[in-house]
């Protein structure tokens, strides 16, 4: 059996921070430096596009270490947990897409997230995506990560949480990503994902 291993890469200017246009540099829950973290931390950033004027805009971008991203999943329901675990499972063949990543003989960013990892769906043609990567120190983690999940998915999987879960991430977005002033309040923001 033919073991993979992680890559690391440059950081791509896609995952950097919109606000400073440089890499994350704190985590959002504990603000320790992830610059000098030693475990790895996630990269999520949310987009809404609007395709008749070829425009999008960021819902909500963060950096979360891995310590923070244990507890906040921790706190999930054990239903909710297993679900998502077995949402992903059998939607993403994480050794295939190992393997695809990695056989390039450079990383292309690009190419990793121009379509949705679980229904195939090319970034173009999605009015809502959410962006996921993983990274150590100033490095980006190549593996499974990164990858696109398009809206669809997203509701998905907010479909399978229990309502606790679903109060908790509230909590969450309430306190660390509100959203911002004109957004339509009709039209809630995406999910967070931690994984």
Same mark, same amino acid.
Do not use: W
């Given at each position: 059996?033919?073991?993979?291993?992680?890559?690391?890469?440059?950081?791509?200017?896609?995952?950097?921070?919109?606000?400073?246009?440089?890499?994350?540099?704190?985590?959002?829950?504990?603000?320790?430096?992830?610059?000098?973290?030693?475990?790895?931390?996630?990269?999520?950033?949310?987009?809404?596009?609007?395709?008749?004027?070829?425009?999008?805009?960021?819902?909500?971008?963060?950096?979360?270490?891995?310590?923070?991203?244990?507890?906040?999943?921790?706190?999930?329901?054990?239903?909710?947990?297993?679900?998502?675990?077995?949402?992903?499972?059998?939607?993403?063949?994480?050794?295939?897409?190992?393997?695809?990543?990695?056989?390039?003989?450079?990383?292309?960013?690009?190419?990793?997230?121009?379509?949705?990892?679980?229904?195939?769906?090319?970034?173009?043609?999605?009015?809502?995506?959410?962006?996921?990567?993983?990274?150590?120190?100033?490095?980006?983690?190549?593996?499974?990560?990164? $990858? &696109? =999940? !398009?809206? @669809?998915?997203? %509701? /998905?999987?907010? $479909? &399978? =949480? !229990?309502? @606790?879960?679903? %109060? /908790?991430?509230?909590?969450?977005?309430?306190?660390?990503?509100?959203?911002?002033?004109?957004?339509?309040?009709?039209?809630?923001?995406?999910?967070?994902?931690?994984?």
């Amino acid at each position: 059996m033919e073991f993979l291993f992680p890559r690391l890469a440059d950081i791509p200017p896609e995952f950097h921070s919109d606000e400073t246009g440089a890499p994350f540099e704190r985590c959002l829950i504990c603000e320790r430096s992830l610059m000098d973290y030693e475990g790895a931390y996630l990269v999520e950033k949310a987009y809404r596009t609007f395709p008749n004027f070829d425009a999008k805009d960021l819902i909500f971008e963060y950096a979360i270490c891995q310590e923070c991203a244990e507890e906040m999943m921790a706190s999930f329901s054990d239903e909710s947990r297993q679900a998502i675990e077995l949402y992903f499972e059998t939607r993403i063949d994480e050794d295939t897409r190992a393997r695809q990543l990695l056989a390039a003989e450079a990383f292309d960013a690009d190419a990793s997230t121009a379509t949705c990892a679980v229904n195939g769906t090319p970034r173009t043609d999605l009015n809502e995506y959410q962006l996921v990567g993983a990274f150590t120190g100033d490095r980006m983690i190549v593996y499974t990560t990164p $990858m &696109l =999940l !398009s809206g @669809a998915v997203l %509701d /998905e999987v907010t $479909m &399978l =949480l !229990s309502k @606790a879960t679903r %109060d /908790e991430l509230g909590g969450f977005m309430a306190e660390h990503l509100p959203q911002p002033p004109g957004l339509d309040k009709d039209v809630p923001a995406p999910p967070i994902l931690i994984f």
